[in-house]
């Protein structure tokens, strides 16, 4: 059976949100749509929203084509487990444009109603310089400050650090970090704390409107799905995936956005 309990096995096993990409890398379309069944939808930062058969089996075919042209190989790096939602991270290492990239990228599988499930993909599209006519993304529905409610686990620690980036209050959101701790950003880089490199990362963010949508935390990493609003009123949906130290605060912060 697939997620949504509806659709005809196919031959791709494990969490739907760790074997997308891979099934897209290594051109298994078919098992995957299969696997997906008839109450899905992707969001896709690059190729848009598909909700139905008719649109999800050309996202996918042109996914993989993309991937394809690039010579595209995934890198796996960790897999979160909540509540409602499942998350995965890897990294893409492939050509785009003609040129050698790594590209940081995330997969959120949510569980709704009705065994409905919804695939929300992460990853910079501002490494792609040809981009398809697209809509711009959805903002995710906020669950307000201050709320635990299921699949929303996210502790005292990240929300002060995601409300001192709000604020512009650099400090604070330093404070629940590691010595020895990083921020990596949507396009790779590793920002350290120890060098200053964090906290100018965060600076030059300016002052940010952070809503968060839900979260699957497994208690050592918490993965925060969010809507985020630039200076300048840009507004898009990102996914900030915090890994606990065994010191209790933030050892690193990995970022993806468009």
């Known amino acids: 059976m697939t997620d949504d309990g ?3 096995a196919s031959a791709l096993k494990g969490r739907l949100a760790d074997v997308y990409v ?18 899905a939808t992707i969001d896709d930062p690059l190729y848009g929203r598909a909700s139905s058969l008719g649109s999800i089996d050309p996202l996918l ?11 595209a190989t995934y890198e796996h790096v960790c897999s979160t487990t909540g509540v409602d939602r499942d998350a995965a991270e890897g990294r893409l290492a492939m050509k785009i444009d003609g040129e050698a990239r790594e590209l940081p ?5 949510e569980r709704r109603r009705l065994r409905e499930i919804e695939l929300r993909v992460y990853y910079a599209t501002v490494a792609v310089r040809a981009q398809p006519q697209r809509k711009p993304r959805a903002a995710l529905i906020s669950t307000g400050p201050g709320s635990t409610g299921p699949g929303l686990l996210v502790v005292d620690l990240v929300e002060s650090i995601v409300a ?14 590691e010595e020895r701790s990083r921020i990596v ?22 002052t940010l409107d952070i809503a968060i949508g839900g979260s699957a935390d497994d208690g050592r990493t918490a993965c925060v799905e969010a809507t985020v609003t630039r200076p300048g009123g840009q507004t898009a949906p990102a996914l900030l995936a915090f ?16």
């Open 6 to 8: 509806r659709s005809p």
């Open 22 to 39: 891979p099934a897209l890398v290594s051109g298994t379309v078919d098992a995957l749509s299969r696997r997906l069944g008839n109450r």
């Open 61 to 71: 075919a042109r996914v993989a084509a993309f991937f394809a042209d690039g010579g």
């Open 105 to 109: 990228i995330a997969i959120v599988a």
């Open 164 to 177: 001192g980036v709000k604020s512009g209050a650099i400090e604070q959101a330093l404070a629940g970090f």
């Open 185 to 206: 950003d949507p396009a790779g880089r590793a920002h350290d704390k120890a060098d200053g490199a964090m906290g100018a990362f965060l600076t030059e963010l300016g």
């Open 243 to 258: 890994q606990r130290g065994d010191s209790g605060l933030v050892h690193e912060l990995r970022v993806y956005w468009d």
